[in-house]
């Protein structure tokens, strides 16, 4: 990832609005920052959450609070708690996601 058109900048992201956005099961509330090539996301599901759709955009992805549980397109899935991250690139590997307990994210791309 190339950042590009982005000068130094602080967010507070209590003043960021949240977007819902529904899932199978559930929702995701979305405070989203874009400028220049970035999008900057703090996330949170949910319990319950699926997600709707196979994601193929690159992301990298934080989990802050809860459980994720991120799925492959190839059958493969991922436990990810507080403090552990994933990245993948545009294209790379189509995923999904889902939470039993609900999950806090913080989500670049």
Request: glycine fraction near 12%; proline fraction near 5%; charge should be negative.
């Amino acid at each position: 990832m190339k950042i590009t058109e982005v000068p130094f900048g602080i967010i507070d992201w209590s003043g960021v609005s949240a977007t819902q956005h529904p899932g199978i099961e559930g929702f995701a509330y979305w405070r989203t920052f874009e400028m220049g090539n970035i999008r900057v996301r703090m996330v949170e599901y949910t319990p319950g959450y699926i997600a709707d759709h196979w994601c193929d955009r690159g992301h990298v992805l934080l989990v802050l609070e809860g459980e994720l549980m991120t799925e492959l397109s190839d059958g493969r899935e991922f436990k990810l708690t507080p403090g552990v991250s994933y990245q993948v690139a545009d294209g790379a590997n189509p995923h999904r996601s889902y939470t039993k307990t609900g999950a806090k994210l913080f989500i670049v791309d």
